[in-house]
């Protein structure tokens, strides 16, 4: 027990699973890179935190349990007999704890605001392609998996599916840290219930009750944390931050910046080299946000300046949601209010007053099916098996609109 | 239910306890001031969270905490027949409230490293000050609680003793977030069991046991996690980093600060004023470090640079503990081997090979006791009381040695 | 603090709630009495701990349980300024504490079995009446909300209807001692949330997510524990060994019956007295009818022997499912099997192949609606204001068909 | 996967560990056995839920944990490297599964009450060879492990040793239903710190924590759950009552006994047939016990009567515990007290007014030793081992003095 390989197996304690083995030296050493290292800096849930106060934990933490889940996973898929090699193993395992890596900080909310081209799956995917270079294509297979080329398609939805170890530790995780119970799922159950048919993930059919469970939980974390509203009226706030910083830099006004947002914001819509791309971006995260918002609060512009402070201190809008678009008349009405306390012009006061709308879906049946295989070898679709039917309501599209406006003129 | 006190009450969701309800309008606007929402900025155990990934929670939480089992004890004494008045209770609540807003960025580790003269309680106390002054007076009790010269002294033990509600919430919290179930106290049982003798706090008899598993609990978190090797070695890093940024600044290099930072490290020694120091400080947080050292990182002094970098990328040294201190000849061992892999003058070299003590007592009697109330009227020091008897071993002052050295040279 | 009322007050722990406060001298009495007493030796699940081993734990528990809810929620709706005096307090803890009084052995099971006559609330009633009595009338008011006569019916509402303490201790003390995470509901939640309109018990909005899943919560225990199949077949075992007992006593049989079982059993339809009734039936507990088992192992009605000893032994029907009814055939084909290894006669073997339905809805919008209240005065029923909609799903009655044939015939 | 092996195989929910496997088909079997049955009807703790409503948990339940906890160390063990046969998983499985099985009603308390010359241990090991004969051998093995008689005694150890997988369970359980958070222990990471050294069960160093809290966690439990004083007072209840009806017996007197207890207590002296012993010792269970107390409650001895009485309705004696034995003269003062309210003999009194002594140590380096293995390959007993030192505290033995008396006489 003196080899190299060995001495690299490490334990993590984990608030949410007890303990989290890192199953390879491989893995180990990836998530001692610095690309990974770095999302210990990159809170999973952003500005959730101004509503949840526990709410803090990371994109690091996540990740590894989202390591742990396939670990527990594989092991209940092979104790029923399917085969699984240790290559398949180490490369799903590598695939899920790099599903992640192209986040940049305050995730989802600055999401195509840093890099106006690529969504976070498409630079997860770029930072894989680097990191297989860097170590001499030992994560082909895993790249295989995670672009969903690999004949064991289980593999692919273990990292990326309706029903992926993804999803069930971010439920998990955020239930956890936030307090809310609503969003307790038994991953353990779920996990005990995987099965694999035409090298496809099912769940049998005693499962059925623990899938519902899940649909529905993750339905609930989506009212009660990730649209919360006032979650919303701040990750506006910040967008409304970066949609005046880039105006005013359009408008040839010099606004403060590390040199990797120079990096990214000078000359907009300049040809960037991709292994530039990647350096810079890895080397942002949370606190470079926190550290230019520090800077705003002091610049010269005052809508930049208010916005900065703002956020900074916790000072948000108040914001209305509602099923139907807001009445012309009532944001004129807000606007008209607005001016009378912020003396600025109609185009700035709108970086205050404002509406748009969100939707999610919890479960969409077309994307792609959670099946349940019965005894008798059926497989079918949860939004059919389920007797609760009301998987119809869950997987709707739901649009809710809200609007935005300073605590100041109500 | 209309005016605007009610307004303002809050229920904020905590993970630990469920809920915790913000008492007060006062309380919520101390809440919201810009000195307290920093916290949100601090996390409560540091770089401890490069070790316990799940570490990362704030003293924003924890202060949060602490005040919910201010309230939920005064309500168990108030059931037990002691007089508090509205009035005590919102002080004892302010005082617990802003016990810990002068900790700075990694708190303990940076203590009297950014400003020399002052401990983080003095700190606290000058935040409270300036506080009272811009509330037009409203913190005078709290301050009186708070410096212990209040005559019901028990209202002080609840803000700080040996079994105050601030070690009671970090305790719990701490073991929570770092999944070390050690440290998991029954806040809830040593609440209902806390009274009052002689205007002091102490344990109703039959709560003995409880009081023997707090101690023990704590004793266990230091070496589990409050001392654990490898957040001594990361701490040392971060110390060491600053060490080597004042000695250059002292030698008369430019090394690149924010304003707060040149407001402390620029002539050193000078007189700085108290309302500065505060306002300045209070723009600190630990996302300024990570910006420090992100600029540190391409100093052009090497050992900056490789510290800085070996911090971000927790590339951290190898150390090694025991309970006497080391040979000068171990030491010397250790910085000629480092000598050969990096070409540094010895002066240079003992930033990355050196040696130091910790040391630590959970609990001791001198200080301040922990006093049990017998049905008698008796009031005797847990030391005594215990029939386990070992309180001897937890007040004694442990103190071991411990020597960093590059991990290359292994 | 030295008067007798004091002395009385207690602090139970719960593994649920944590502690349990007994508020009063009378409802301490209350369940020092032999008939609450008796509760220790009734299982709140029955023979569920079949299928689910842990879930043993008792009506005594849950009760008290129950009680710990309803004095948090008066607690906060005190807290919110609704008037509830000290009498009315003790009046509800009564009426919640006495609520399952009338249950008997294995509940539900053999309710209406070993006395035709009664369901358990009535039974409850009358035990409420009597102790009342008993106590020289200081359980008038706890009967008159009981019954629901007082006119601030969100008391009444506290201890029965859709929203109840009863439902929420058992919900989430039924999902603790099971281990069916589906059931945790969060109650200091729900709790909170708690209000009152025009003297009804009501949600505010924002808690309409914690009602939605609590609703489902309900659901998903029926399927998962209340009606899991298995439950099923072993209490169905149960219901044919005393429709054996009974039809072998109509026909002349001398079946070993202790005291308690012959007052009840000896010359059907007799008429008994109700002080006698509830002195005898409150003599009987779930360790009777295991002795009666014991002996009826040996009875020399092999029908019956079988029965018993299959029960205790654990050795159960085999038992299907489907959502129509079994066609008269196939319980004809299995009847058919069954009298190959069995040597009965077809009246006899129909004790051991029969069929029949369950049905169940988790939530009726016409026995009493779950009126959430918003902040513009409206009060809206669950069923219509949850956006998920399903509700009417949930409020759907389902009956399923079930046939139970011995284990050898398969 | 249809052979009939793979079909016994089963999941069982728990509440504590969340699922539990049954490894195998004769495990199975051997669970379904009439034997094993039974301890579904023999709570863990006795009347110790008279104290903890919530421990009402089973002998049935604690040994499927105990079998969990064994599997999952033989997995860390052969993740280790250490070789385990699958026939050797089997047999410390049915071993751990059995230690049990010769455990009758209310365990402990009655232990050597309703037979004589047996401890439960060696009553266990009888009943393991007669189904070793009723299997055919099967269990040779096993047997051989729980004798210890086999050469890898870690096996055994995982059976039967200070750190073996009953106590691991039972204090976590123990805990869990009584809520008494003091006896929490991290099962799991005590045995991901397990390995073997010398063919015996050894802790790794990092796991010293870990162990110092299990034994802390054990000596308060002792004091908190297993020797509270009233769960002393009610279990001297029982003994007296037991002892009064064998006294009744030996003068002559009819007492009511069922046909089990006939065979035990009639004659006593006789000569008894081991596996009569066995089948009728087969057929108790604590539901007997109460039986018997329901009929005892009505006997003409006035003495049998009220403390069978007092049991059942939970009325009892008043305790006092202290350091010293009692002064004969205070025992004599409460029977001259107690003489004013009962109207009996002096010899009779005595059954009311008694003292005696509990002794308990929680580890005795003598016994068994706990060895921590350090990496440069030093095996240390923890007694030495640890920095708390006051392992000498814990393993000596610590001897109280109660004195028991009617609460009438206060």
Known sequence: MKDNRLNKRKILNDPVYGFINIPSDLIFDLIEHPYFQRLRRIKQLGLTEYVYPG??????QHTLGALHLVDSALSVLRSKGFLITEKEEEAV????????????PYSHTLEKVIIENYSHEELSLLYMKDLNEQYKGKLD????????????KFLHQLVSSQLDMDRLDYLSRDSFYTGVSEGVVSSDRIIKMLSVANDELVVEAKGIYSIEKFLIARWLMYWQVYLHKTVISTEQLLLRIFGRVKELISLGHTIYLTDEFHFFFDNPGKKLNTKDILETFARIDDTDIIGLLKHWENDKDPVLSILSKNLLNRNLFRIEIQNEPFDTKIIEKHLFQASKKLHFTEHELRYFVFTDDISKNAYSAFDDKIQIAYK???LID?????????????SKTVRKYFLCYPKEIE
């Not at 709410?55 to 690091?60: E, G, L, Q």
């Not at 297979?141 to 004949?151: E, G, R, V």
């Not at 949860?382 to 869950?394: C, G, P, Q, T, Y």
């Open 141 to 152: 297979l895993a790249i295989t998996i995670f672009t969903n080329q690999y004949p064991k």
């Open 382 to 394: 949860i939004a059919e098996a389920s007797d609760m039917l009301n998987m119809s309501v869950l």
């Open 93 to 104: 395992s590598i695939a899920i704890l790099l599903h992640d890596i192209g986040h940049g």
């Open 376 to 378: 008798d070898g059926r």
């Open 55 to 60: 709410a803090v934990h990371t994109r690091f």
